[in-house]
C-alpha cells in the first residue's frame, strides 16, 4: 500500500462518470447474501435473549416458539443473584487493574523506544513483538506455576498481573507508530520553554496521543474481561471467578434449567456489547492502525 | 495514510543527541556528561517497569516450564526427580498428543481454506456502497467482542439433541441434516470449527476491509475502463493489493488455532473420545487435573516450540516480501 504514487490517491475529476458497474451486487443475490449472514450473525445471540423469558418447560415443548406469556423470572433471579454480580465485580476489578497497568506501562515504554536515541532500542522493541507469538493461553499453566512461587494463587491480582504482562505487546506495536508521528518540533518547543522531556510525555505526547490509548485500553480490557483458561487454573475459590468462568459454571450447574442459563449467558453478553458499541469505531480504527504501521 | 505517517515519523525520529535546535537554550548549559546521566535515568524510569512486568510474567514462566519439564512434579514440593527428557518423549510420542495435534492442525487449516475465502467474499461485499454498511459490519464484528465462553455455553445449548438448531433445521425441510452435533465422534472437531468460525470471521472482515480501504478506487476505475469485467478487477488488482493483509490474517488465524482451548472445553471437555481434544485441552486433562505439573509444562514447551517454528517459517517464506506492517517490519 505504501508504495503505491501519490497521484494515485487523487480523485480523478470523471470519478463519477467511470464508476464501476454495479453487477452482482445491485441483483438482489448480493442482498440475500448480507441477509443471511446477518440472521446467522444476530440469531444466535437474539435467541439467548428472548429464550431467556420463557421457561424451560416452554422451550422443552417447542425451542423455537415465542415464550408464551414473557416471564421476567429468570432475568430477576440473575439480577439478583449474589454469583452474578460478583463475578461483574470481578471481572471488572481484574480488567481495570490489566488495563491500568498495561496502557500506563505499555506508553511509557513506547515513549521511550520512539522517542530516544539508545543502543539496543530495536532489541527491546523485538523482545516485546516477540510476545504477539504467544497468547495468553499458551503460558497460562507456566505462569499458574509461576504465581504459586510467589504466593499469588488464587488471587485476583494473580490473573491481573499477568493479563497485563501479556497486553503490552500489542499495546507497544500500537503506540509506537503513533507517538513517532507526533512532530518533532512540538517537543523541540516544549524543551525551549523549559519543560524536562517527562514533562513533555505526560503533559503534552500523551494527551496527543488519546485516540491510541484508547484504542489500547479498549484492547486490553476485553482481553482481560473475556479470558477464560488463565483464570480457570488460577482461582480455585467460586469467590474469585470472573464472568466467563461464571457463565461456564453456571450452566453446568443448571444444565436442567435451559432457560435459566439462556438468561445468564444473555445477561453476560451486554456488559461486552455495550462497550463495543460505545467504541467500535476506534478499536477498528486501532486494529487497522495496528495492521498497516 | 500510512505515507503522510513515515513521513512524519522521519521527521520525528531526528536522535536527541544530534539535535541542533537546543543551543542557546538554559538546559544547553548543562555539562554533556550531566545530560547523558539524565537521559539514562529517564530511559531507566520509563523502560524499566514495563520490561520488568514483561519479563517477569511472559519470558521468566517460559523459562520455569522449561525447567520443570524435566521433572516428574505434581506441582507441590520440591524438584527432585529428575527425568530427563522422558516428559517429551512421553507428550511426543502418545497418541492421544498426535491426535490433539492433528486436531489443532485441522482447525488450522480449514480457517485458511474455507474461513480466508468466506472473510475475503463479505469484505468485498461490504466495501461496496451498501445500505446499512455501518450496522451491517457493526453486526458481523459482534461476536468477536462476546467472550469465548459466552459464546461456547450459548452454542453448546444451541446445539443440544432436539435444540432451537435442530427444531430450524426441521422447520425449513432440512430435517434430514440433523445430527449429534456434538456427541458424534467424526462432527464433533466441524462442528467446533463451524462455531470459532461464526465467533472469530468479523475480525477478519474488518481486518480485509482495512486493507481494501487502502486501495485506490481509481485502480478499478482505470481497469473498467480498459474493459475489465469486476471479476477481472477483483482478481488482477484488488486482490494483489490485499495480499499484504491476508498475509497477516493467515498469520494470526493459525497461531489461534494453535492454541484453541475455551470454546472446545465448554462445550465439549476435549470429546467424545477425545474427538476434538486441541494441544491445551490435552495439557489441562494431563497437567492440571492429574496434577503432573511437569508434564503440563512440558505441553507448553512444545505448543512454545511450534508456535515459534511457525512464525519463523512463515517470516521466511510468506511475510518476507511485505515493506509495510508493524509485525512484519519488527520480526524482519
Known amino acids: 500500500m505504501t508504495t503505491l ?64 406469556p414473557w416471564v421476567w423470572g429468570n432475568y430477576a433471579a440473575i439480577i439478583t443473584s449474589s454469583i452474578f454480580w460478583q463475578a461483574v465485580y470481578n471481572s471488572l476489578l481484574i480488567a481495570v487493574v490489566a488495563t491500568g497497568l498495561a496502557v500506563a506501562l505499555g506508553s511509557m515504554a513506547a515513549f521511550a523506544l520512539s522517542r530516544y536515541a539508545f543502543r539496543g532500542r530495536e532489541a527491546v522493541y523485538l523482545l516485546f513483538v516477540a510476545g504477539l507469538l504467544f497468547p495468553l493461553n499458551t503460558a497460562a499453566l507456566p505462569l499458574f506455576l509461576l504465581l504459586q512461587q510467589v504466593g499469588l494463587n488464587d488471587n485476583r491480582f494473580g490473573v491481573a498481573l499477568p493479563e497485563a504482562a501479556f497486553s503490552l505487546p500489542v499495546t507497544i506495536v500500537i503506540l509506537r507508530p503513533f507517538m513517532r508521528a507526533i512532530p518533532g518540533e512540538l517537543e523541540d518547543a516544549a524543551i525551549v520553554d523549559g519543560a524536562t522531556r517527562l514533562r513533555f510525555f505526560l503533559r503534552i505526547l500523551l494527551p496527543l496521543s488519546r485516540p491510541a490509548l484508547i484504542t489500547v485500553g479498549i484492547l486490553a480490557f476485553v482481553t482481560s474481561w473475556n479470558a477464560y483458561l488463565l483464570p480457570l487454573v488460577v482461582f480455585s475459590s467460586q469467590d474469585h471467578y470472573t464472568l466467563p468462568l461464571a457463565v ?19 445477561v453476560s453478553m451486554i456488559p461486552a456489547l455495550a462497550i463495543f458499541i460505545f467504541a467500535q469505531r476506534k478499536l477498528v480504527g486501532g486494529l487497522v492502525g495496528a495492521i498497516r504501521g | 495514510m500510512a505515507r503522510t505517517q513515515s513521513a512524519r515519523a522521519a521527521a520525528a525520529g531526528r536522535d536527541i543527541v544530534s ?11 548543562a555539562p554533556r556528561s550531566r545530560r547523558r546521566l539524565r537521559k539514562a535515568v529517564e530511559l531507566t524510569v520509563l523502560i524499566g517497569p514495563p ?30 526427580d529428575f527425568i530427563g527428557g522422558r516428559n517429551y518423549t512421553g ?62 455455553v450459548m452454542w453448546y445449548e444451541l446445539l443440544q439433541p432436539g435444540g432451537p438448531v435442530d427444531a430450524v433445521l426441521k422447520g425449513v425441510g432440512l430435517g434430514g441434516l440433523v445430527h449429534y452435533w456434538l456427541a458424534s465422534t467424526s462432527l464433533v472437531l466441524y462442528t467446533v470449527f463451524v462455531v470459532a468460525t461464526w465467533k472469530y470471521i468479523g475480525f477478519g472482515i474488518v481486518l480485509l476491509l482495512a486493507g481494501l480501504q487502502g486501495i485506490p478506487p481509481e485502480l478499478r476505475e482505470a481497469a473498467a475502463i480498459d474493459g475489465a ?29 494453535l492454541q484453541l482451548f475455551d470454546l472446545v472445553w465448554i462445550m465439549t471437555l476435549g470429546g467424545p473420545a477425545n474427538a476434538s481434544t486441541t494441544m491445551l485441552t490435552y495439557q489441562y486433562i494431563n497437567g492440571v487435573q492429574r496434577t503432573q505439573f511437569g508434564y503440563g509444562a512440558t505441553v507448553s514447551v512444545v505448543l512454545f516450540a511450534i508456535s515459534l517454528v511457525f512464525a519463523l517459517a512463515y517470516q521466511r517464506y510468506a511475510l518476507r516480501r511485505d515493506t509495510a506492517g508493524a509485525l512484519t517490519r519488527a520480526v524482519m
Open chain 1, 248 to 266: 461456564a459454571s453456571f450452566q453446568s450447574t443448571y444444565t436442567q434449567d435451559t432457560a435459566r442459563v439462556y438468561a445468564f449467558t444473555a
Open chain 2, 19 to 29: 539535535r541542533p535546535a537546543a543551543a542557546g537554550v538554559p538546559k544547553s548549559r
Open chain 2, 51 to 80: 520490561v520488568v512486568l514483561f519479563v517477569g510474567f511472559v519470558i521468566v514462566p517460559m523459562i520455569f516450564a522449561a525447567w520443570y519439564s524435566l521433572y516428574n512434579w505434581s506441582g507441590f514440593g520440591p524438584l527432585n
Open chain 1, 5 to 68: 504514487p501519490a497521484r494515485l490517491g487523487r480523485p480523478s475529476p470523471r470519478r463519477g462518470a467511470v464508476r464501476e458497474r454495479r453487477t452482482w451486487l445491485s441483483v438482489p443475490a448480493g442482498y440475500l447474501v448480507i441477509l443471511l449472514v446477518l440472521a446467522i450473525t444476530l440469531a444466535p445471540m437474539l435467541y439467548m435473549i428472548v429464550g431467556g423469558f420463557s421457561t424451560t418447560a416452554q422451550l422443552n415443548a417447542n425451542p423455537n416458539a415465542l415464550p408464551h
Open chain 2, 91 to 152: 507428550v511426543l510420542s502418545g497418541p492421544v498428543f498426535h491426535q490433539a495435534l492433528e486436531h489443532n492442525v485441522i482447525i488450522a487449516v480449514l480457517s485458511v481454506v474455507i474461513q480466508l475465502p468466506i472473510s475475503i467474499g463479505l469484505a468485498l461485499l461490504l466495501n461496496r456502497r451498501v445500505r446499512g454498511r455501518t450496522f451491517l459490519r457493526l453486526a458481523v464484528f459482534a461476536p468477536f467482542v462476546l467472550s469465548e465462553a459466552t459464546t461456547a
Open chain 2, 229 to 257: 469485467t469486476p471479476w477481472q478487477a477483483t482478481r488482477a488488482i484488488t486482490l494483489p493489493l490485499l495480499a499484504p493483509t491476508i498475509r497477516i490474517w493467515i498469520f494470526l488465524s493459525v497461531i489461534g488455532s
